[in-house]
Structures are given as C-alpha cells and as structure tokens.
Antibody
Framework: QVTLKESGPALVKPTQTLTLTCTFS??????????VAWIRQPPGKALEWLAR???????FYITSLETRLTISKDTSKNQVVLTMTNMDPVDTATYYC??????????WGQGTLVTVSS | EIVMTQSPATLPVSPGERATLSCRAS??????LAWYQQKPGQAPRLLIY???TRATGIPARFSGSGSGTEFTLTISSLQSDDFAVYYC?????????FGQGTKLEIK
C-alpha cells in the first residue's frame, strides 16, 4: 500500500525559507524508474508542479522557480525534502507530494496548506 | 512549452446525464494524457492514464478518448459524487503540465 504524507510549517513569513518533508511508504526511491514530485495549488487555482527527483538522483525544477527550489531525498528514511527560499504571499498554497508512474501521478499525499504572511 | 487548454471552465449537468469534458494540447502529446478528479478539500485522484486506461478502482462510467492534441473525458450517467473539478495532464515530455480544470457542477 503506497502512502505519502507531507509535513512542514503551516505559516511562514515573507522572505523566510520553507522546508517541506514528504514521508512515504509502500515503495522505495532506490528502485529504478521511481520518481517523486512536489505539486502546489494556490487557493481556488490550478495545479502546478514544482520539482521532481528520480531514483538515480536526477532532479528537475519548474523554470520560473528554479533558483528558489531544492529537492533532495533520503532513501534510508523514505523521505523527500523540498526547500523554497525567499517565500512570498503569492506562494501561499497547498503543497502536495506525489509519486510518478510512467509520467502520470498515481499516488498523492493529502497535501499541506502553507500560508505566507507576516 | 506545450499548453493544455480545458473547456468549458464550468459545466452544469443534471444528475443522471452524460458529461463531456475537453482537453486540447498546443502540440501533439500522443496518448500521454491523464485525467484527475479533485473534490473540495481533497487531493486529486488519478482517473485515466494513457488517454483511455482507467486507473485502479475507477468506475466504468468514466471513459477517456483521444490522441495527439484532442482529448475527451466522458462521464456517463452522472452521480452526485462526480461533481468535482477535473484536470488533464500531459506527460509526453518534462515538464508535465496540467490544464486549468473544468468544474462539473449540478444543474
């Protein structure tokens, strides 16, 4: 049974760095072809993928946020961490951790709402 | 970057009727197209991948069709549980972008 769960602060101040952790079970990121991504969704808006990390440690970022994002994995802990620097109110969103299967997102975490406000 | 356009933005349909949702890609994505359902306060759920293959546990009233640039999600005989927002997503090449969604609402 595959599960993913996001954890991190619910509230961050502008200019601060956000660190989100995805803890998953039911698969291993050391298995070939396994990939995990982060997707966010501002309130009332559409989905936007942010970053992806592959079993071989390849990493991909959305171009518009590339300078602010870092994704990493700890295979021994079954965790993926996303950091986003210089947070702004427009970054207020629900952040999802998801598993990729051949390109589509087959398992999703429940999401964590992050509000950016002073 | 390939842009995914969904139409209509909102679709009012009566329970028991058929709903047809469209997704158009600005360039061919072959059959690398997925559909998701999102209910308020919940994470999206995978419905369809490969343009027409239902994901595990998805009822047969959901069907997907199309290839290239034009795709359709059809929900036959709408049930109350089906009123939600639906997103398409391409995955022919990275980045795997989403459409803006179609909100299926009760007429």
């Amino acid at each position: 049974q595959v599960t993913l769960k996001e954890s991190g602060p619910a509230l961050v101040k502008p200019t601060q760095t956000l660190t989100l952790t995805c803890t998953f079970s039911g698969f291993s990121l050391s298995t070939p072809q396994m990939r995990v991504a982060w997707i966010r969704q501002p309130p009332g808006k559409a989905l936007e993928w942010l970053a992806r990390i592959d079993w071989d440690d390849d990493k991909f970022y959305i171009t518009s946020l590339e300078t602010r994002l870092t994704i990493s994995k700890d295979t021994s802990k079954n965790q993926v961490v996303l950091t986003m620097t210089n947070m702004d109110p427009v970054d207020t969103a629900t952040y999802y951790c998801v598993r990729l299967a051949s390109g589509y997102f087959d398992y999703w975490g429940q999401g964590t709402l992050v509000t950016v406000s002073s | 970057e390939i842009v995914m356009t969904q139409s209509p933005a909102t679709l009012p349909v009566s329970p028991g009727e058929r709903a047809t949702l469209s997704c158009r890609a600005s360039q061919s994505v072959s059959s690398n197209l997925a559909w998701y359902q999102q209910k308020p306060g919940q994470a999206p759920r995978l419905l369809i991948y490969g343009a027409s293959t239902r994901a595990t546990g998805i009822p047969a009233r959901f069907s997907g069709s199309g290839s290239g640039t034009e795709f359709t999600l059809t929900i036959s005989s709408l049930q109350s549980d089906d009123f939600a927002v639906y997103y398409c997503q391409r995955y022919n090449s990275w980045p795997y972008t989403f459409g803006q969604g179609t909100k299926l609402e009760i007429k």
